[in-house]
């Protein structure tokens, strides 16, 4: 029998251990009841292993991508560049039989064998398949939550969304970017560019620079590619219009919907319909939610909801959702799936 099958406490690699979203990942497993081994594996290809820092017992020791023995885990999480994401599947591969591969990198999502994943928002009854689980775009998943459970209101006609993405998405690297580029505004000094070739501080971007290695189209589209086959395995709420916007906030995704009815529900339906396990509803008498009053939350906080004063059959609502935490909770729960 082949290792990562026959120890009785199965391993979890992170590949991308060093990351924002590799970090997030390991914390909510060592929050979680699984009895799990977490193995962080960084996501260059250096020889020598780094002890980062101090875990709950132990030093938090990240192992090469080139060094490390990921066959032998039950599961690996990609959660690093989508670069690093296919080398460890090249790794990957080779071991038989492989291990399950959940990837939150978005490199392996065009392959045959990959399935999307959003558990938040899938039947309870979902049929697993497939040796590769990618997970959903987190504001694809918050999104999904919010219509499908707004579409148990009444019957949607059709809504628009604009979402305002943080630098998070970018990783360390875009958390960096602007904080320097905040620093060199306040002091006059000449802007860092390097992840969005334009001034992202103080300001909002519908585009990025044309040197950006990173495209706002791009990233509209996979948005709107993973909303759409998650609204379509639910057969619930029609499509939305969709735009992504970047914003000048370091965590967390605000989006602002509005949503049209076919018939006006009420705003005692739209509420009662709104309460999940999932969703944080601040009704009329709370503060309305902010993505940096919901760092670290689970799911998302939808709040300043509001009929249009010029349809009747419409509603805005407000929504925000910490972005890493969102795509780590889908990833801990399909690997509880592989673990139990």
């Known amino acids: 029998m082949h290792p990562h099958r026959s120890v009785t406490k199965p391993t979890i690699a992170i590949v ?18 699984l009895d799990a081994s ?26 090469s991508l080139l060094a490390a023995d990921i066959g032998t885990a039950r599961v690996v999480i990609l959660a ?19 291990p399950q591969v959940i990837d939150l990198s978005g490199s392996l999502e065009d392959r045959p064998e990959a399935r999307l994943r959003a558990p938040m928002v899938e039947a ?4 697993v398949s497939g040796t590769i689980q990618v997970i959903a775009h ?21 809504s628009v969304v604009q979402v305002f993405e943080p630098a998070s998405e970018r990783g360390q690297a875009g958390i960096d ?42 990233i509209e589209l996979k948005i709107d590619r993973h909303l759409a086959s998650i609204l379509a395995s639910t057969e619930s709420a029609p499509m939305p219009s969709l735009r ?28 009662r319909a709104l309460k999940s396990d999932h969703i944080d509803l601040r009704t009329a008498g709370l503060e309305p939610p902010t993505n940096v009053g919901v760092a ?39 690997a509880r799936e592989f673990l139990q």
């Open 38 to 63: 977490i193995k962080l594996i960084a996501s260059d290809e250096a020889e020598e292993a780094t002890i980062l820092a101090r875990g709950r017992d132990e030093p938090v020791v990240i192992n």
């Open 177 to 218: 970017e602007l904080q320097k580029q905040t620093a060199g505004l306040l002091s006059f000094k000449p802007l860092a560019k390097d992840v969005y070739d334009a001034q992202v501080s103080f300001n909002m971007l519908a585009r990025y620079g044309s040197e950006s290695s990173h495209s706002i189209e791009d």
């Open 296 to 334: 670290g939350q689970r799911g998302i906080t939808v709040g300043a909801i509001a009929q249009d004063r010029n349809e009747p059959k419409a509603f805005w609502f407000w929504l925000v959702a910490d972005n890493l935490r969102i795509a780590a909770e889908n990833a801990v729960e399909v």
């Open 124 to 127: 309870s009854d979902h049929q």
């Open 244 to 271: 992504l916007i970047q914003a000048p906030v370091f965590h967390g995704y605000s989006v602002s919907v509005w949503a049209k009815f076919e018939s006006d529900p009420g705003a005692e339906a739209i509420l």
């Open 80 to 98: 690093g560049s989508a670069e690093s994401g296919r080398k460890a599947y090249e790794k990957i591969q080779k071991t038989k039989p492989p």
């Open 16 to 33: 991308g251990g060093e990351t924002l979203l590799g970090n997030e990942v390991r914390d909510l497993f060592e929050a979680s009841d």
């Open 138 to 158: 987190p504001a694809s998943i918050a999104l999904a939550l919010l219509l499908t459970h707004l579409q148990r209101a009444g019957a949607i006609h059709r």
